[in-house]
């Protein structure tokens, strides 16, 4: 099982789709796939989500796990994972920014536990992002979500775990500081 694939279907469908990623799955040997929410238009809301599961109920047999986006709301966590959400996320640093930093990510913290469903971070502090002022090029992408980032969102993470009890799982890591916080974290809290 492959727990996190970009199928990019909607508007997108022309980089790869529910029929040309399954059929790649299958090819490598892959029975199941968690595909992640980050089309276009993102699958936030519930009616997406339900238009989404029956598109690819049609277009293909393998076993797929569907990602929330993360919404703006958290309210709305519950009724997205009675409609067949796997897990919130992946949860982007611009989302978090966006829908208000800190405070935001307290209250899908809370809500997602609350309901029981699971949440995958994509960890990289939007605040230390944004410090950096110099080129936004491809070039410079080591050093404008540089190791600060991530760590200060890793530690960011632990706490909310700790504090609310949320299942998380990490992805996108970069960092042997960061595997080694999260594993030590993870004998005493629901954390991957
Ligand atoms: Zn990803």
Redo the contacts with the bound molecule.
């Keep these: 099982m492959d727990i996190?694939v970009?199928f990019r279907d909607f508007e997108l469908s022309y980089k790869e789709d529910a029929v040309s990623g399954t059929q790649a799955a299958l090819a490598g040997g892959y029975i199941a796939v968690g595909d992640?929410p980050n089309t276009k238009p993102p699958i936030k809301t519930v009616e997406l989500l339900r238009k989404k599961i029956e598109e690819f109920n049609r277009k293909t047999k393998l076993h797929i796990r569907h990602y929330f986006g993360a919404p703006q709301d958290p309210s709305i966590l519950k009724d997205a994972l009675i409609n067949g959400a796997y897990a919130v996320g992946?949860v982007l640093p611009e989302e978090v920014l966006d829908y208000g930093g800190d405070q935001y990510l307290e209250a899908l913290f809370q809500e997602a536990a609350r309901v029981g469903i699971p949440i995958v971070m994509?960890c990289e502090d939007p605040v230390i992002i944004n410090q950096y002022s110099g080129p936004r090029d491809f070039e410079h992408h080591n050093v404008i979500r540089g190791p600060r980032a991530e760590l200060a969102c890793v530690h960011n993470i632990i706490k909310l775990v700790y504090r609310y009890g949320t299942k998380v799982h990490m992805?996108?890591l970069t960092l042997p500081q960061s595997i080694s916080m999260i594993r030590l974290s993870a004998l005493t809290s629901p954390l991957t």
């Design positions: 996190h970009h992640m992946e994509h992805t996108h």
